[in-house]
C-alpha cells in the first residue's frame, strides 16, 4: 500500500489520529483483488449472545450509542446454509483492523479485549439472524483476504468496497453505501448536495493521495473553466484539521463518511461541534459505491447473508444499528448479490 497511490486503487488511504489518540482509516475504498501474506491476526471477545440478544456498540468509548437488540433466528435461512456451515454451527468473521484499528468502523474497545465497531457488530447481527454463533476474529488487512482465501474466515466484514475486479475472485453481499462526506462546522450555512458549484470560493481540506483527492482535484479543474476556484489545503493529521476548521482557516473537510461521522459525535459536546454538510459516493457521479460481506467465490453463503441484511432491514434492526453508529445516511434499501463495483478501469 503505498502512501503515492490515491485509495481508489489502495486498500486503504491510511490513518487519520484524532484528538482523542485513535487511529481511524481515512477511505474504505479499496480494489486489490486480495492481499499478500504474512503473520498478525488476532480475535476479540463477542458482544453476541446464544439466545440472539446483540449489543451494538459495546465497549465503544463514544464512538457508537450502545443498544441492545434481540434477533429473531431464521430457521429457512439456517437451513439454506452451506453443509459446512451448518455443521459448525458458527460464522467465522474476518475483520482486517489490526494494528491500530479504525474507529466507528472496527477497534478495540475500551474494555481492551472487545472487538467493536460497525463491521464486526453487523457480522453479529448476521450470524444471530443465521442461527449461528459469532466468532469475530481480527486480522490485517492483508491476511483478512488471505484468510477468506484459504478458509479460515467464513465472511470479511470490513468495509470492503465491491469493485469488479474483486468480483473475480469473491462473492458480495452489500449492507452499506460507500459514501465521502462534507464537514462543515455546526453553525455553517452551506449545504452539499454533490453538484460542486456551492464550494467555489471556498477553501476545502483533503488527505492527500486519497480518493476523494482525485475527486475535489476533478471538482477544481472543472470550476476553472468557468473562471471559478476551489482553494485546496493539506494538513498533516486530523487534528490539524479540526484546529484548521475550528478556526475558521478552512470552510471545510472533505473526506469518508463513517471519519467524518464520528468526528461529529465527538465533537458534539465540545466548544466547536462540526456537522455533515452533504455525501458523495466514494464511486465518483457515475456510480454509487457500495460495501459488502466479501466471501470465497461459489461458497454459497453470499446469498443468505444478503437474505439475513435484507430481514434485519425489514424487522428494524439494520436501522438501530445504523443509528448507533450516526451511519444512518449510509444505508441501502436492501442486500445486493454481487453488484455492481468499481470498474476495473478504475481498479
Not at 479485549?113 to 448476521?126: A, F, H, I, N, Q
Not at 491476511?143 to 466484514?157: E, H, M, R, T, W
Not at 485546496?232 to 487534528?239: E, Q
Not at 458534539?268 to 457500495?290: H, V
Amino acid at each position: 500500500m503505498s502512501p503515492t497511490t490515491p485509495a481508489r486503487w489502495r486498500n486503504r488511504a491510511g490513518a487519520l489520529v484524532l484528538a482523542t489518540g485513535v487511529v481511524v482509516a481515512l477511505a474504505g475504498c479499496a480494489t486489490s483483488a486480495s492481499a499478500g501474506s504474512g503473520s498478525g491476526s488476532g480475535s476479540g471477545s463477542g458482544s453476541g449472545a446464544s439466545d440472539g440478544t446483540v449489543t451494538i456498540g459495546a465497549a465503544s468509548n463514544g464512538a457508537a450509542t450502545e443498544t441492545k437488540v434481540t434477533v429473531d433466528a431464521d430457521e429457512k435461512l439456517h437451513d439454506e446454509l452451506p453443509a459446512s456451515i451448518k455443521k459448525s454451527g458458527k460464522l467465522v468473521v474476518g475483520i482486517g483492523a489490526l494494528p491500530a484499528g479504525f474507529p466507528p468502523l472496527a477497534f478495540t474497545g475500551d474494555d481492551q479485549k472487545t472487538l467493536t465497531g460497525s463491521e464486526p457488530d453487523l457480522g453479529r447481527l448476521v450470524a444471530a439472524k443465521l442461527g449461528l454463533e459469532d466468532q469475530v476474529q481480527n486480522a490485517t488487512w492483508d491476511n483478512l483476504f488471505v484468510g477468506i482465501d484459504g478458509g479460515k474466515y467464513d465472511a470479511g466484514f470490513s468495509n470492503i468496497t465491491v469493485t469488479e475486479q474483486r468480483k473475480e475472485k469473491y462473492d458480495f453481499a452489500s449492507y452499506r453505501q460507500d459514501n465521502l462526506a462534507l464537514q462543515v462546522p455546526e453553525d455553517s450555512s452551506l449545504t452539499f448536495d454533490g453538484d460542486p458549484s456551492v464550494l467555489a470560493g471556498k477553501t476545502v481540506a483533503v488527505s492527500s493521495g486519497t480518493n476523494q483527492e482525485l475527486i475535489l482535484l476533478g471538482w477544481k479543474a472543472d470550476l476553472a473553466k468557468q473562471g471559478k476556484t476551489i482553494t485546496i489545503k493539506y494538513y498533516p493529521d486530523g487534528n490539524a484539521v479540526k484546529l484548521a476548521l475550528d478556526s475558521g482557516k478552512i470552510d471545510a473537510y472533505f473526506g469518508p463518511n463513517p471519519t467524518v461521522a464520528y468526528q461529529n459525535t465527538l465533537s458534539a459536546d465540545g466548544a466547536n461541534p462540526t456537522k455533515t454538510a452533504g455525501t458523495f459516493s466514494g464511486a465518483g457521479g457515475d456510480l454509487q459505491g457500495l460495501i459488502a460481506a466479501t466471501t470465497k467465490k461459489d461458497s454459497g453463503l453470499a446469498e443468505p447473508i444478503a437474505d439475513a441484511i435484507d430481514e434485519l432491514i425489514d424487522d428494524g434492526t439494520y436501522a438501530k444499528w445504523l443509528k448507533s453508529y450516526n451511519l444512518s445516511n449510509e444505508a441501502v434499501e436492501h442486500s445486493e448479490v454481487n453488484p455492481e463495483g468499481l470498474p476495473l478501469d478504475a481498479s
